[in-house]
């Protein structure tokens, strides 16, 4: 089997993950690695042994036959990336948020279209096995109807100074950083969101964005969902995802994950807890399988373009102070 060659846009911390999964996923092939800054690029091909580095990714295009491209910049140059990988051929997954504003990623997806290739956006918690483990669980029945779904992402993180925290270059806050990962996760579950509620508690840190947002979530199949993201509160336990069923519970965490039916005492084990690595190998496998056309690729740009509305609309409910619709293309 042939390898795809791939390139990497940008060389920071996230790329870090993707650069350590791609020496476990034999179907991909790391051809260049790109950042703006000089430095940062040579250090990442150094490390992770790419042929070449590139300051600018229009070169990197240029000079090499890429099959494939990651895109880890920071949020607000998505756009403008995606569309010029796309424009020159070469798949694409992207990092979460695919992009800051709908009309965005709606011209990214319209690139896509044109251009017959792939568009992804990262997300991870889909590959986690613990979440698959969840997945078929609820749709099997096995916990009955799901009833109530709660996400929490709280983790204290000095963020001054860190671009994530400049809205011109990251658009937003913990709600646009960590919003894609709750939104996708909730649609992963429960199926398409319909309304969106969020609230922005006080600031903790001295910042021009939101450091903490409680979010609730109504969807299609009429499951309450409720989320809590910060950068300054610690989360209260180790469970980051718990759903309540008719028919029984189950909680995913960091370190383990259980269920427990109806009626009985004992929690049985459904995983092992986060295996960063493993996610990010399962992601890229599943990308470059969609690639090639091994496995279908229907709805992997929908989900994305529905992660993009729910975090939009969910800005627009903590300006409002009330419900907003999530509207589906």
Same mark, same amino acid.
């Given at each position: 089997?042939? +390898?795809?060659?791939?390139?990497?846009?940008?060389?920071?911390?996230?790329?870090?993950? @993707?650069?350590?999964?791609?020496?476990?996923?034999?179907?991909?092939?790391?051809?260049?690695?790109?950042?703006?800054?000089?430095?940062?690029?040579?250090?990442?091909?150094?490390?992770?042994?790419?042929?070449? &580095?590139? $300051?600018?990714?229009?070169?990197? /295009?240029?000079?090499?036959?890429?099959?494939? &491209?990651?895109?880890?910049?920071?949020?607000? $140059? @998505? #756009?403008?990336?995606?569309?010029?990988?796309?424009?020159?051929?070469? %798949?694409?997954?992207?990092? *979460?948020?695919?992009? $800051?504003?709908?009309?965005?990623?709606?011209?990214?997806?319209?690139?896509?279209?044109?251009?017959?290739?792939?568009?992804?956006?990262?997300?991870?918690?889909?590959?986690?096995?613990?979440i698959v483990a969840a997945k078929k669980?609820?749709?099997?029945?096995?916990?009955?109807?799901?009833?109530?779904?709660?996400?929490?992402?709280?983790? #204290?993180? &000095?963020?001054?100074?860190?671009?994530?925290?400049?809205?011109?270059?990251?658009?937003?806050?913990?709600?646009?950083?960590?919003? #894609? %990962?709750?939104?996708?996760?909730?649609?992963?579950?429960?199926?398409? /969101?319909? @309304?969106? +509620?969020?609230?922005?508690?006080?600031?903790? +840190?001295?910042?021009?964005?939101?450091?903490?947002? @409680?979010?609730?979530?109504?969807?299609?199949?009429?499951?309450?969902?409720?989320?809590?993201?910060?950068?300054?509160?610690?989360?209260?336990?180790?469970?980051?995802?718990?759903?309540?069923?008719?028919?029984?519970?189950?909680?995913?965490?960091?370190?383990?994950?259980?269920?427990?039916?109806?009626?009985? *005492?004992?929690?049985?084990?459904?995983?092992?807890?986060?295996?960063?690595?493993?996610?990010?190998?399962?992601?890229?496998? %599943?990308?470059?399988?969609?690639?090639?056309?091994?496995?279908?690729?229907?709805?992997?740009? +929908?989900?994305a373009l529905a992660s993009v509305r729910?975090?939009?609309?969910a800005y627009h409910s903590m300006a409002? *102070?009330?419900?907003?619709?999530?509207?589906?293309?």
């Amino acid at each position: 089997m042939e +390898q795809l060659s791939v390139g990497i846009v940008g060389c920071g911390r996230i790329a870090q993950a @993707h650069l350590q999964a791609l020496r476990n996923v034999p179907e991909l092939r790391l051809a260049a690695v790109c950042d703006m800054n000089k430095s940062a690029a040579r250090q990442a091909a150094a490390e992770f042994a790419a042929p070449r &580095a590139f $300051t600018d990714y229009r070169r990197m /295009i240029e000079e090499l036959r890429l099959d494939a &491209a990651i895109v880890c910049t920071p949020p607000v $140059t @998505h #756009p403008a990336v995606v569309v010029e990988l796309l424009q020159h051929g070469i %798949h694409v997954l992207c990092e *979460k948020p695919l992009a $800051t504003s709908s009309d965005e990623a709606q011209r990214m997806s319209e690139a896509a279209r044109q251009a017959e290739r792939l568009l992804v956006m990262a997300s991870k918690f889909r590959f986690v096995e613990d979440i698959v483990a969840a997945k078929k669980l609820l749709d099997a029945g096995s916990l009955g109807q799901a009833v109530l779904l709660t996400l929490n992402f709280c983790h #204290p993180v &000095a963020m001054n100074g860190r671009w994530n925290a400049d809205p011109l270059i990251s658009g937003g806050g913990v709600l646009m950083d960590n919003g #894609p %990962h709750v939104a996708d996760l909730a649609r992963f579950l429960c199926g398409p /969101i319909t @309304h969106v +509620q969020a609230q922005c508690a006080r600031r903790a +840190q001295s910042l021009a964005v939101e450091d903490t947002v @409680h979010l609730c979530f109504r969807n299609a199949n009429e499951i309450l969902v409720s989320a809590d993201l910060s950068w300054s509160a610690p989360a209260s336990g180790d469970t980051y995802l718990a759903v309540s069923g008719t028919g029984g519970a189950l909680c995913v965490g960091w370190s383990q994950s259980r269920y427990r039916l109806a009626g009985d *005492k004992e929690w049985l084990k459904l995983g092992n807890g986060y295996d960063k690595n493993a996610a990010f190998v399962r992601q890229l496998t %599943h990308f470059a399988a969609c690639a090639r056309g091994a496995v279908s690729s229907a709805g992997v740009l +929908q989900d994305a373009l529905a992660s993009v509305r729910v975090i939009e609309a969910a800005y627009h409910s903590m300006a409002s *102070k009330c419900w907003e619709t999530v509207f589906e293309v």
